[in-house]
Every structure is written in C-alpha cells, then in structure tokens.
C-alpha cells in the first residue's frame, strides 16, 4: 500500500463506527493493512483485474436494487435519498475486493481498464499495446472519508477524526526543518480555524437561504390573507422588502399623493396577528358591460384612479382608495367583497387595469360592531394609562383621533431595527412607553387600540402607500417596499384613514442601488409584455414592432456589404475549396468496387462489403475486405507494412481479373 502504515485501516475503523458497520470496518481494514505484513504477493492479470471490477460493479447494481426495494424508494420523497445516501455509505465496502487486489498483487497498482469499457476494447483488438494504471489507495482512502461524512451526524468528533487522519498522513510528509512540537501546533491551528470557518460559512449558508427564499416567494407569490395578517411586533431585524414593482397608478384630477390604498382590514387582535371576524366573501353582480362592478352607492363628488395590478393565476385581492363605490374596466369572471371592504377575484387575468371611483367620506364599509372597539387584556393597562394622559374619552372623535396624531408625531420616531424585547414586557407597551421607535405595524396597532381604549371604534388596515413618480413610465408606480399599515378610524359616520407613521419611512426604507434603473426598465419591459399577453391597451404594440425593422434592415445591410466583392476588373471570384477528405477515402478498394460495378455486379444501396464479396462469391477479396475496413474506420489505421499490402492486392486482383469482370 503506498498510503503511510495503518492510516487506510484507521479510517476504516473511523468509518465503520461513524457508519454502524464496525464489524465490517474492521474487517477491511484488516485486509489490506495485512498486506504490509506479508510476503508474498500475486501475479494477477489485466483480466483479472478487469472481473474483480466487474464483480464490484454487480455488488453496486445489487445494493442498489436492494436499497431501492426495501426503502421504499419510488414510493416517498424521503425514502429515494435516503436509499442513495445508504448506497454511497457502503461504497467502501463494494469496492473492497479491487483495493485488495491491488494490495496482495505484484505491481502494485490498478489498470485502468478495470474502469473503463473503451479501454477494454482497445486491449482487446491490440493485446501488446501498452496499458496505463494508477494507484487506488489514495482515491480509495478519500472515498473512505466522503463515505463517513455522509453518514455523521454533525458532531465535534466527526471533525475531531477527520483532523487526526488528516494529521496522520500529513506527519509522514512533514518538513524535517521543524520540530514535531511546532508541526503539532501549527496543525492544531489550522484545525481551529477550520472549525470555525465552517461554522461562519454554514450561517452565512442559512442567512443567503433565508434571503433568496423570500426574494424568490415575493416573485412567486404575493396572495394576501383577508382573514387574518401576521405583524412583525415582537420580531428583531430589520425588514428588507422587495423593490419589484407591483402596482401602477395614475390618479385623476383632485386626487393628491401621497394615496393610501387598502387590500383589506382587520378588527381583532391577538399579538402578534390581526384578524377578521364575520368577513366572509359575498359576490358582487357585474353590470350589462361585463367590466362595471359597482360596490356601493354613487357619491356626489367622485374621485377617480386608474390602477394596473398583477394578479398571481388569475386571483387575488384588490388594492382600492378607502370609499370606493365602482370599479370600471376590470376584466373578470368572479369579483367578491366582505364587509370589511376587501374586495377579491377569483378568476381574471394575469394583469388588470382598472378604473377606480370613490369618495372617502363615503360609508361604503359595514359600520362599526363590538369587535371594532375589543382591547385585548395584555394590553389594556398600558392603553388606557395613555389614553387618560391624553384625555381622549373628553375628545369628540375628530378632536381624539388628532391628538393621537400630534402624539405619535411628537414623540415617536421611526425605524426599521429594534433592539431584542424584555420577556417581561409586551412589545406593545416597550414600544408606547420606552422605545417609542418602531415601523409602521407598530404604529397602526398602537393607534388602532389607543383609540379603542378611548371608545373611539376603529381597525387596522393593511395595504401599500403611493409614494414615488417614474420618470420613465410618466406614471406613480408602487413598490413592495412601499407595503404600510395604518388605522380606521369611525368618524362623522364614516371609516377614514388614520396614519400615524412618520412620513420619513419611505425615505428610510428606499436602498441606494446603482443597478435600480437597469432593474425599473426591465420591469417596465415586463409590463409592456404583460399588457400585450393579456390583450390589454389596444394595439399599442404596432409602433414598437416598426422600430424593430430599423436594426433588422440594418443588420441585412451589413451582412450584404460585408460579403467578398469583385473589382472592377473583373477579377475571377475565388473557387470553392475542396470538400473535405474522409478517412480511408483512398483506399484502393474503391477500384475494385467499381470495377465489379462496371461489370454488373457492383454493392446494392446499403450493402456491407463483407456481405458482398460472399453474395457475388469472391472469396479472393475476404482479405482485401478486412485490410480496407481497417483502414477506414480503425482509429489505429494501418501500419506502412499493411498499407503496401492493401495496395499490393487490389492492383494485383485488378490486374488479373478486371478482363473476366469487363467480360
């Protein structure tokens, strides 16, 4: 073995404890380490190298099959890798009889056609051409350990192990420039350093898995839950959301931005989620258009926005102004609504633009009930300590929900990261007595219970903020970032909007990326597609395919100019070069066939030249045969000697019969 003395047999005991398979660990490693202490050795053969692999190749096949069938494989998720996880832990084990063969046998090393098949081949048409081999031990030992690290369980002794073996084979190699103690410790070092470099790389491994997957759910998804919404108060970090654009607005006339635009509202608490009591969907007839739903009575003095919004497989919720009464120009089949304003569809298209018409003082929402006005008794004390500091129960509603506002905007300051909670406080009270910094779930839900607690019926309300002018479509778009949450507030006999955020989250929130505008084009692309895909915006895609032949011509023209031109003199233009030569294309065979051709009995279409001379009984040409088949497709092709030959006999078979075949 020309690994160092006992290292092959430690990581096979190592593997067998590691794997379950001490006996068999034990076993192997005695083998081939017992070959150290032997003197003789065997003269084994190409060939018989070549069956040893063959049998490891069938005990592979047959573990496979074995696994497969006792595992279940095929028949769960789980048990296919777990089968092939097993298969691989064996490996060792199946491969055992080779690493004998070459331990006990006199050269000392591996041929490697016991590897591969073509080699084989090749041996087999020139047994004296020389064959290559390689040394197993060393590729066996890593199998050896790959083997044992699938079957450990993430313990400090797997590493530990792994450590001492690599240590093992490392002393043999050591420089002699330095003393053992100093090698040792230098080894220790690495160790440690490993240890810890594996434990930074797999958090950095979870952080980076963390991150795609919900930058790939956001891309994939983005289904809204009318019955219940999940906050982040409690959590630590700091939110990273998406800067895919997921809605495009142009307000009408008397319409100002900043515009809140609401999915759906909530009227029960229960940290940290938010749910919707008695919501229940009830469909909404479309007009004579099919494209007009009318959600509730006209107002007198209408506000209009036209919004565009993808809408995942066809459903989804509705992003809507509060009061809206209309929806024109929506293309769907199904559209309900429940009676917290949440309006849905269930089949549409993959993008939607439609027309909005409301008036926020209209009551439109189904008016306040019992729920509207629960304070959950974790957070009553606190409430109601800060609703008697403000004297909101002596307020009228409007004069109540402005204190409120001057409160939070005296006060509270915004912020993405909050530092790790106390257990023994509730995150809202942290937040309303010492924190006072927050994002805005934390003030939509301290705003919407303040104002319970001073009687005033409200709700929490979730959806996005229209923030932000592109200047490349010329039209407001919404990120995902621009997600917000704020407060309903019944007021004068109407739900209003109640934000008490402080207006610079939308500041805070926007990243500085080099890359935005290439990413805002892009998704402007995408939209374009979108509304062609889905037949939407009349055939606005006419003038874009015009352009498009402006590069084409252009392209045609250079291909054309680009071409080898002739002088004016007339210049003879180049002939083509000449096909190129096949192998074996000279072969003097080819004169023999077409002689016979000449003489009627030339090959039919497809017809092996072996089968040929036997139908036309030309016995004279089996060896002509054989040498030009050589010659034309053997890799090797002919020596100088066999050449001459082939030349040699067809000329002398020309000579001697091209008169009986002219005949």
Not at 3 to 32: D, R, S, Y
Not at 520 to 541: I, K, N, P, T, Y
């Amino acid at each position: 073995m020309s690994t160092p003395p006992l290292l092959l047999g430690a990581a096979l005991v190592f593997w067998g404890w590691q794997t379950g398979l001490v006996f068999f660990g034990l076993a192997v490693a005695t083998l081939l380490e017992g070959a150290r202490a032997v003197t003789w050795r065997l003269e084994l053969s190409r060939s018989d190298f070549n069956r040893v692999a063959d049998l490891c190749a069938v005990l592979f096949l047959g573990g496979a099959v074995y696994l497969f069938a006792t595992t279940g494989a095929g028949r769960t998720a789980v048990a296919g890798p777990r089968a092939l996880t097993i298969l691989f832990e064996w490996l060792p084990l199946l491969l055992a009889p080779l690493a004998a063969c070459q331990a006990y046998s006199v050269e000392g090393r591996v041929p490697l056609t016991a590897f591969f098949w073509a080699l084989r081949r090749r041996a087999e048409r020139d047994p004296a051409a020389p064959a290559g081999a390689v040394d197993f031990a060393y590729p066996y030992l890593a199998l050896v350990v790959l083997a044992t690290s699938a079957a450990n369980v993430r313990t400090p002794v797997f590493y530990a192990g792994l450590c001492a073996l690599v240590g093992w084979a490392l002393w043999f190699e050591r420089s002699r420039r330095f003393r053992p103690a100093w090698w040792a410790a230098l080894v220790v070092a690495a160790a440690a350093l490993g240890w810890g470099g594996q434990a930074a790389l797999h958090r950095l491994q979870t952080v980076v898995e963390e991150r795609v997957f919900e930058y790939i759910f956001s891309l994939v998804r983005r289904d809204l839950d009318p019955f219940r919404s999940m906050t982040a108060i409690g959590q630590l970090g700091e939110l990273k959301l998406s800067e895919r654009v997921v809605l495009r607005v142009d307000p009408g006339p008397g319409v100002r931005v900043p515009l809140l635009l609401r999915e759906a509202s909530y009227d029960l608490y229960s940290s940290p989620a938010w749910f919707a009591s008695a919501a229940g969907f009830t469909p909404i007839q479309p007009e004579a258009d099919g494209e007009t739903w009318t959600l509730g009575p006209p107002a007198t003095a209408p506000r209009t926005v036209a919004i565009s919004a993808y809408l995942p497989r066809g459903r989804g919720v509705l992003t809507l102004p509060n009061g809206a009464y209309r929806l024109d120009r929506l293309a769907a089949v199904t559209v309900s609504r429940n009676r917290l304003g949440a309006v849905k569809v269930d089949e549409g298209l993959g993008l939607v633009t439609y027309g909005v018409r409301f008036d926020p003082a209209a009551p439109l929402d189904a008016p306040p009930t019992e729920a509207d006005t629960g304070v959950p008794a974790r957070e009553a004390v606190v409430l109601a300590r800060v609703a008697a500091e403000l004297r909101l129960a002596t307020l009228p509603p409007a004069e109540a929900v402005r204190a409120v506002e001057r409160w939070f905007r005296r006060n509270f300051r915004y912020s993405l990261y909050r530092r790790a909670a106390r257990r023994d406080v509730p995150p809202l009270e942290q937040f309303l007595l010492e924190t006072r910094a927050g994002h805005c779930e934390y003030f939509a839900t301290a705003t919407v219970l303040l104002l319970r607690a001073a009687g005033l019926p409200a709700r929490y309300a979730v959806g996005y903020s229209v923030q932000e002018w592109s200047w490349l479509e010329r039209r407001w778009i919404v990120r995902q970032r621009h997600a917000h949450a704020w407060a309903l507030a019944w007021v004068g006999g109407a739900w209003r909007d109640v934000d008490t955020t402080p207006s610079v989250w939308v500041d805070e929130e926007t990243p500085d990326s080099l890359l935005g505008p290439v990413g805002d084009l892009w998704a402007w692309a995408q939209f374009l597609f979108a509304r062609w895909r889905w037949s939407e915006g009349g055939d606005w895609m006419g003038p874009y395919l015009a352009w498009l032949l402006i590069p084409l011509i252009l392209l045609l023209a250079w291909r054309l100019w680009a071409r080898k031109r002739v002088g004016r003199g007339g210049a003879a233009v180049p002939a083509p070069a000449a096909p190129r030569q096949r192998r074996g294309d000279d072969s003097e065979f080819y004169l023999v066939e077409r002689a016979l051709a000449v003489a009627g009995r030339g090959r039919r279409p497809s017809e092996p030249a072996s089968a040929w001379v036997e139908r036309i009984h030309e016995d004279a040409l089996r060896p002509l045969v054989r040498l030009h088949y050589r010659y034309r497709f053997d890799p090797a092709g002919l020596d100088p000697r066999e050449r001459a030959a082939l030349r040699a006999a067809a000329h002398a078979w020309l000579a001697e019969r091209e008169p009986v075949a002219r005949a």
